[in-house]
């Protein structure tokens, strides 16, 4: 996992002025499971989402979002994540999720090759990640709490 995610968080000073509040290397790293990281940037915890105060968020420990809370998340998935056994999961979550780099199947009942510059909507539904190239697959993505599918 690459060390140098550079996090730019905006906020306000003291007389109500837009600020750059943080400017750095992204701290919040974890691996998820073997072969899956990921680096938190920024939750919230309520709907709608309170601007106000100048905590890093981005600390937070969050797995997944609950209902009115939000994950913005850097993640990478090795070359051969889920080859052998796919980690199917369906979290209470909309994900909005953007391949920035490499590739990644994304299984469903059915599978589809997501590339580079390919956007998904996962809309609660049980899935899984499954890289079978020889390269890791960098995505971009936002979690929101969601009400569970019936």
């Known amino acids: 996992m690459p060390n140098n995610i550079r996090r730019v968080i905006t906020g306000t000073n003291d007389e109500g002025k837009s600020i750059i ?9 974890k691996e998820v499971v073997p072969g899956f990281r990921r680096i938190d ?6 709907a709608p989402v309170d601007n106000t105060g100048n905590e890093d968020m981005g600390a937070r420990e969050v797995l997944f979002p609950s209902q ?7 993640a990478e998935i090795d ?3 889920g080859v052998d056994e796919p980690g199917w999961h369906a ?6 999720v953007v391949v920035l780099k490499g590739e990644v199947y994304f299984l469903l009942e059915e599978e589809v090759l997501l590339k580079a510059g390919d956007m998904l909507a996962i809309r609660g539904v049980r899935h ?4 079978r190239s020889t ?7 936002a979690m ?3 009400n569970p599918l019936s």
């Open 41 to 46: 940037i920024w939750t919230t915890e309520t």
């Open 128 to 131: 899984a990640w499954v890289n």
């Open 135 to 141: 390269e890791p697959c960098i995505l971009g993505g």
């Open 144 to 146: 929101i709490g969601a």
């Open 21 to 29: 509040l943080i400017d750095g290397d992204a701290t919040n790293n």
């Open 68 to 74: 009115s809370e939000t994950l913005f998340t850097y």
């Open 79 to 81: 070359p051969g994540f």
């Open 91 to 96: 979290t209470d979550t909309i994900d909005y």
